[in-house]
């Protein structure tokens, strides 16, 4: 594998190394340039601030405070897997020169033997190994590992990726199937999938091995965690979460067939088992990955991508359990269904799949970091009310849901990071002679195809505009497929090649228009994606969404802010019989963004005065509402927000003419 590939994994395709592919502007070039600028800055003060760089020089002593957590060193490995690629894209010296500093570090705590954890290394050294389930020495090396392999795919600096193969030949020593091995994985899931990475730079089958080895182990009778449980003492029934489906352990991971537990973590363990399944060939796991799928994409995801609706569990509960206030789902969670999006693509280009990637990519993924790219959110609800938090709780009415600078358990902000920093390496994924383009999003780039290169430019103002112009010039003529993603929302899309307008229903199989002929320098391909505004229902089942829809354009989803409708945002109805009007905005933060405008109307206060309960039919008067994209809430002046408001039948009568907002 040369330096600068990305990801791939051995299979159908795989994607485009992220060194040749350059954003130019646009919307995902201002959310990356905004990434690299403010938010790695700001995010290695607060590492270094919070102690999590400095534990790495395991100066902590017994007695001190602020011992270094189980989890602090995967945010490090996070931060530095986001500088790499933001590296990658923008090369900038003295960021490359912080990073070698905390390399050096990370280097200099690894211990005799390979072992490297700092809070196992000076807080409880007799406790390393000794809980899998609950403590992350397997998650903290997967995250470590895979900023190792990004960075040395950025920059050809050996150092980091050395230190992370001897970790990892220490881990293939300790765990495995062999008599004197552990038999154990990790409680939260993700060294699987660094392995697999680590395997395809480094072209050892040892890590392949390992890899396969976790997804294979879990689940597996005698349970591990029931066996380490007794070794400490434990009774493994008063397990804190109570089941294994918290950690996706409860059967070997072949029979599930729901999506369960902790959302972060079930994202993780699918893109293990997705890579797995794409590196060894194994069609049993890759029918496990899609059956889950399945599950999660038809009964369990919100609107915006969103995973994981509850907080006790930070993840599923049942079918169709889609809360909007209460909902917790984690910022982590939605990053983690891009990951393994972007995987189930590469073993299958399916238009559906790249719909809900390209879902969680402008909804419930970069919701997490604020404009200014200075702070986070956690969880990302539905519905936010004053007083109450992001999971429906009451604090004092005075509270606002807004996102905070840090977190005590950091690990969104630098997920964040690393998911908007590695964008350019979604858009592209390439077989022998087909070029899949799954995103659109103004770059150029130097792609292989059929055997050459061939340079790929693409103008658009996509989301915001519906026109997506390509160029291409290949090295010489010839003959190859490109693939072009037809959204699912889009119900009318034109394609035209060299100005002459192409049939989409041939040509198109299963989302993706393939266009196979012999391509030519200076080649144009004209795309259009009309994006009428769409009123979105869920299904029945989704109790909390009845007589409600949210508006959708695009592959943007929109929410109701208070800073532009008042308060009482669900004394509000949609009407069903009216358009929507687009305005954009000529400066500030909604500069040149589309804001949607409708007409609604609004329940009367009055008929409530001196009253808790009445009869039924109160009155309404018209109003007019705007709806923003929902990534861009809580952006400006605090107070409700709201994404799935009211729509009336049609006929709805006791309404007033008195205009009223």
């Known amino acids: 594998m040369t330096q600068g590939e990305c990801n791939a994994v051995p299979g159908t395709s795989m994607s485009a190394g992220l060194q040749h592919v350059r954003i130019n502007g646009g919307f995902w070039g201002r959310l ?42 995967s945010d490090v490995g996070k931060w530095i897997e986001a500088a ?8 900038d010296a003295a960021l490359e020169r912080l990073v070698d500093s905390v390399i050096d570090l990370i280097a200099r705590a690894q211990q005799p033997d390979g072992y490297l954890n700092t809070h196992f290394t000076v807080v409880e050294p007799e406790k390393r190994w000794t809980n899998l389930r609950d403590n992350h020495e397997l998650y903290c090396a997967g995250h470590l590992i895979e900023g190792s392999v990004a960075y040395y795919q950025a920059t050809g600096k050996r150092r980091f990726l050395d230190v992370m193969c001897r970790y990892a ?14 038999r154990g994985y990790c409680g939260h899931e993700e060294i699987e999938l660094a392995l697999i990475k680590l395997h395809l730079v480094t072209n050892e089958r040892r890590y392949l091995d390992l890899a396969r080895y976790f997804i294979d182990e879990r689940g597996r009778s005698p349970h591990y965690f029931d066996q380490e449980a007794r070794a400490r003492g434990e009774e493994p029934r008063k397990f804190w979460a109570k089941t294994y489906e918290y950690n996706q352990a409860h059967v070997p991971v072949r029979e599930q067939a729901e999506v369960v537990g902790h959302a972060v973590r079930a994202m993780y363990l699918y893109c293990g088992m997705t890579d797995v399944a794409q590196a060894t060939g194994d069609k049993t796991l890759l029918k496990a990955c899609k059956r889950l799928w399945k599950n999660l994409v038809e009964r369990r995801m919100h609107i915006t991508g969103g995973l994981g609706p509850v907080a006790a569990n930070e993840g599923f509960t049942c079918d169709y359990d889609l809360p909007n206030e209460s909902a917790y789902l984690e910022s982590c969670a939605a990053i983690g269904l891009v990951f393994w999006a972007q995987r189930m693509l590469n073993a299958e280009f399916d238009g559906e799949v790249a719909d809900v990637m390209e879902r969680a990519l402008y909804n419930g993924t970069i919701s997490g970091v604020s404009f200014d790219g200075k702070t986070f959110f956690y969880g990302n609800p539905l519905a936010a009310h004053p007083g109450f938090d992001g999971n429906g709780r009451f604090v004092n009415k005075e509270y606002h849901y807004r996102r905070s600078e840090w977190f005590g358990c950091a690990c969104c902000p630098p997920n964040i990071a690393r998911m908007i920093a590695q964008f350019p390496g979604f858009v592209y994924s390439i077989r022998a002679r087909e070029l899949a383009v799954h995103h659109y999003a103004g770059s150029e780039s130097q792609v292989t195809v059929a055997g050459q290169t061939v340079r790929l430019v ?27 993603r037809i959204p699912g929302w889009c119900r009318e899309a034109t394609l035209c090649v060299n100005d002459k307008a192409v049939a989409l229903a041939p040509v198109t199989t299963r989302g993706y228009a393939r266009i196979r002929r012999k391509w030519h320098p200076g080649d144009r391909v004209d795309l259009v994606l009309p994006m009428p505004v769409e009123r979105i229902a869920a299904h029945p089942a989704v109790r ?15 929410c109701f802010e208070e800073a532009d409708n008042g308060s009482n945002l669900n004394d509000v109805v949609l009407r069903p019989d009216r358009a929507f009007k687009i305005t954009r905005g000529d400066s500030g933060l909604l500069a040149g963004v589309p804001r949607i405008h409708a007409k609604a109307w609004r329940r009367e206060p009055e008929d409530w005065k001196g009253r808790l ?39 709805k009568s006791n309404v007033r003419d008195r205009p009223r907002r």
């Open 169 to 182: 030949d220490y881990i293939g020593k300790l765990f495995g199937p062999r008599k004197g091995q552990k």
């Open 458 to 484: 693409q103008e658009t103002a996509y989301p915001w505009q519906e026109r997506v112009v390509l160029r291409l010039t290949p090295e010489r003529a010839s003959v190859w497929t490109l693939a072009l």
């Open 544 to 558: 909390q969404n009845g007589g409600r829809v949210a508006l959708q354009r695009g592959p943007v989803v929109y």
């Open 613 to 651: 309960y009445g009869r039924q039919g109160s009155r309404h008067v018209h109003c007019d509402v705007t709806a923003i994209p929902y990534f861009m809430w809580a952006n400006r002046s605090p107070g409700e927000m709201l994404v799935w408001i009211r729509q009336a039948e049609q006929g």
């Open 32 to 73: 990356m340039e905004v990434n690299r600028s403010v938010t790695l800055p700001i995010q290695y003060k607060q590492s270094k601030d919070t102690g999590r760089i400095d534990a790495f020089k395991l100066a902590w002593k017994q007695g001190d405070d602020n011992p270094p957590h189980i989890f602090w060193d």
């Open 84 to 91: 790499a690629y933001s590296l990658s894209a923008s090369p």
